[in-house]
């Protein structure tokens, strides 16, 4: 069985930090791109940032320069670095990992709240 696990969220205040983790637990898997995306209240869920395999990182324009993705192929770990936090960036961050072998499709973690005061 497939599972993402998060961690790493809170409440901070704007212009801080937090770095949220997503680990995969499971066998009988390759993963292939990893990613964060986010959904804040009455609106829609909108990618934040994936990462190839190989590295290759692709980002939301609201969050460039600010957050940086990156992977850990050993341990089935994704991690997004988010600085300069603004209260825009509120929101329910989820990771997903696209998944090939005995377990194909994207897969989703159960979310986890960031909050930004002002």
């Known amino acids: 069985q497939v599972q993402l696990v998060e961690s790493g969220g809170g409440l901070v205040q704007a212009g801080g930090s937090l770095k949220l983790s997503c680990a995969v637990s499971?066998?009988?898997?390759?993963?292939?791109?990893m990613g964060w995306y986010r959904q804040a209240p009455g609106h829609q869920r909108d990618q934040v940032a994936t990462i190839s395999r190989g590295g290759t990182t692709n980002y939301a324009d609201s969050v460039k320069g600010r957050f940086t993705i990156s992977r850990d192929n050993a341990k089935n770990t994704v991690y997004l670095q988010m600085n300069s936090l603004e209260p825009g960036d509120t929101a329910v961050y989820y990771c997903?990992?696209?998944?090939?072998?005995?377990?194909?499709?994207?897969?989703w973690g159960q979310g986890t709240q960031v909050t930004v005061s002002s």
């Open positions: 499971g066998s009988g898997f390759m993963i292939n791109t």
């Open positions: 997903a990992a696209d998944l090939s072998g005995l377990n194909n499709g994207r897969y």
